[in-house]
Nanobody
């Protein structure tokens, strides 16, 4: 099992940047695919970004492509989400998620699905003011 704790959220203005962190405890962090999802008030949780257990491939929602970057540090057991050029529509609670996919080579669409992930953090609030 793995436990996930997000941090780094806050209140920023349009155009600002934030870096979210997700610290994982438990064994074999490097064997998990990691992802970020977000949920705005009154909306369903949606995919933001994911990174394979190998770290070799990343995936992004069209709405954040070119502005957000996901990365991982397997020594620190942490996954990051660097968010630039933030917009009011990025306002949401951001959740970190993990899927044990060691040795697997799934198609990209696998990582976009909420049901793929077995472990979730409690979330961190990001608010972007206009």
């Amino acid at each position: 099992q793995v436990q996930l704790v997000e941090s780094g959220g806050g209140l920023v203005q349009t155009g600002a940047s934030l870096r979210l962190s997700c610290a994982a405890s438990g064994r074999a962090f490097g064997r998990y695919a990691m992802a970020w999802f977000r949920q705005a008030p009154g909306k369903e949780r949606e995919f933001v970004a994911a990174i394979r257990w190998t770290g070799g491939s990343t995936y992004y929602a069209d709405s954040v492509k070119g502005r957000f970057t996901i990365s991982r540090d397997n020594v620190k057991n942490t996954v990051y989400l660097e968010m630039n050029s933030l917009k009011p529509e990025d306002t949401a609670v951001y959740y970190c998620a993990a899927d044990f996919s060691y040795g697997q080579s799934y198609s990209g669409t696998y990582y976009y699905r909420i049901g793929t992930y077995d472990y979730w953090g409690q979330g961190t609030q990001v608010t972007v003011s206009s």
